[in-house]
Every structure is written in C-alpha cells, then in structure tokens.
C-alpha cells in the first residue's frame, strides 16, 4: 500500500554526500587523490586528541556520558560561561535541526541567506517551516534585508559567520544594528563554524549577547580547525533556558564517548590550533598570489576555503577529478561559474594549481 509522505518531506531535496574516496579512485582508476572539498583540517586531529581517545578505546562497550559533564566544563572555562549555557551536539549539525524542532512551529517563518549552509533549507523544510530567502550583497549576508524581512510569523534567523561557500564575514557594527532592529521573540543562530579562522578585527563576539540573556545560539565545531569531522561533535552557546528546552528534545547519547573525551583534549592544545591558523594562513595567501596570476577573481575570505570564479565549475570539478584533485563546484548554490576549493597543506595548494593550470 502507498504511504502518505508529508507533501513538504517529498519535496526536499536530498543532501547528496561524496563518494568514499577509495571508490572514486578506483572508479576513475587514479591514486593519491587530495580532497579539497568538505573545509577539513588538512593537518588532522591533535596529537592530544588522538592519545586521549586510544586511552578510552577499550571502554566503549559503556554508553557516553549523556550529560557531556567534562566536556561543558572544559568548554564552559575556556570561553567564561557556565556549563548550563553550553549544548553538545553530533556535529553542530544537530543543534541546527535541534534549535528548529525545539523552538519552531510548522508555518513559523525563519530568515536566512539564499546562498549559505544548505543544511538550514533541508531543516526548515524538513520541519514544515517556510524559509524566507534573502539574496546576499557582495558574497556577504545582507543584515538589513534580513531585518527587512522579518514579519509577525518569523521565529528564527540563521546567519553562518563566516558563510559556507562564500568565506565573508559580518562585522560589528551590522551584527549590533541587527540585533537593534530584531524582536526579542525571534531566535538568531550565530553559526561559527569557522571562528577560529577569523582574521578581521571586528569579527563580533556574539557570546556577549548570550551573556545579556538574549535569545541567541552561538554555534561552534570540532569539525573543522580541530580535525575531527568525523567523529561529530559540534557544540552551542545559549541562555540556561534554551539549552534547557532543547535538552527536552535532545537524544540523551546523541554525542559519543570517544568525540567528548577527544574534544576535551583538543581544546587543550593551543598548539595544534595555532599551527593549523598557520597554515591556513600560509595557504591563503599562496593561493591569492595564484589566482592573482592566473586572472581569476576570488572572494576574500574569513575561512580556510575560497570561492573563486574558475569559468564553469561543474566542468572544472569533473577535470579535476580525474587528476585527482576533489574540489566543490557550487552549481547547487546559484554560483555556476564558481569553484569552492578548501586551503590544504603546501604540496596540495601546489597540486590544485597545477591541475586548474592546465584547465586554463
Ligand atoms: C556553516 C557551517 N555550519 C555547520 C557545519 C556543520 O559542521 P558539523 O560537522 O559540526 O556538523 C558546516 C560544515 O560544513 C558549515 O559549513
């Protein structure tokens, strides 16, 4: 018998995950490929992070601390707030889909970009919420259309700093001109997934808002400047009653043993952070000098990815497989011209030049 899907979850989009990389080079029949498209951290994980999580291998017959009490602590000292402010996710991911189930109703009106993290499209939908899409201005999130946009039905407002795929950021100033303009019922998601990256000077410091009590979720993640994406942990910064009311909804072992104990211990280490800035550092200006040469306009960006206007990217994309070279084309973002690659190590931001080299 046919089921009734929900009209709004038959029309969603699936999100489509790469290939493992093993197949692809068995496909393509190619080795030593170099993926630059996921904004990973080309180092790896922390050193720390790799001991701590051997150390705990043999307990994992035992379920997490469903309560990340070491982890929120560790978080909760090192950025001044206490662990009730603090929720942990499986991936910051989750805390996005879990804000929505958490604080929306079906209809409820949320505010975003039209080119940002896709996950938000997939979530409003998925929750039977309508999306209200504002165009970006200059690559950058347009915070007064966004304001402008807002209307009795809104409940959220989801704004990625730096934005996923452009890099750019939103400063101070627009950041508090919004909050000015904003009713105190809506949520805002500050999601910072790659705050660590951040080189601009007035990059503002939403947690203040967290701190004042107002209804703000400051997302951040061990996916990216902390090597771990794979083990999923991300994590979020709101008022006690939030992170209350979204523990309600939350599963209790969503985030697992080794992803707590590794994060503790990445945390830790200024080292492997500063090191990874570094080189993220290094490899962007490389490839600015690059592109510089080759004629190619880029987006300035806060992030350790670059947009950058290649010619047609999904063509690019596939040329670039077969060398081996994985990049993002942004054909699913409106950006067709455009190619989004992650900063890598030295030797990989030579080989993704050479390999968009003989494109040109
Ligand atoms: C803007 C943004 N937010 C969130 C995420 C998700 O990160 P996580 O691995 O913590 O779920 C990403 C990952 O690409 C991202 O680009």
Known sequence: MELKIPEHIKNLIPYEPGKPLEELERELGIKNSIKLASNENPIGPSPEALRAIEKILPNIHRYPDGSGFYLKKTIAEYFNLRPQNIILGNGSNEIIELSVRTFLNPGDEIVMADQSF??????????????????????????????????????????????NPTGTAVGTKDVERFMGRLRDDIVVIFDEAYYEYVERKDFPD??????????????????????????????????????????????????NSLAQIGAVAALKDKSHLEGSREVNRKGKEYLYGEFKKLGLNYVSTEANFILVKAGNGRKIYNRLLKKGVIIRSLDGYKFPDYIRVTIGLPDENKRFIEALKEKI
């Open 206 to 255: 939403t947690l203040k808002y967290v701190r004042e009590g107002k209804n703000v979720i400051v997302l951040r993640t061990f996916s990216k400047i902390y090597g771990m994406a794979g083990l999923r942990i991300g994590y979020g910064f709101a008022r006690d009653k939030l992170v209350g009311y979204m523990n309600r909804v939350r599963q209790p072992f969503n985030v």
């Open 118 to 163: 896709i996950v938000y499209q997939i979530v409003t939908q998925s929750a039977n919420c309508k999306g209200i899409i504002v165009p970006l201005r200059d690559f950058t999130h347009d915070l007064d259309r966004m304001a402008d946009a807002v209307t009795e039905k809104t409940r959220m407002v989801f704004i990625s700093n730096p934005n």
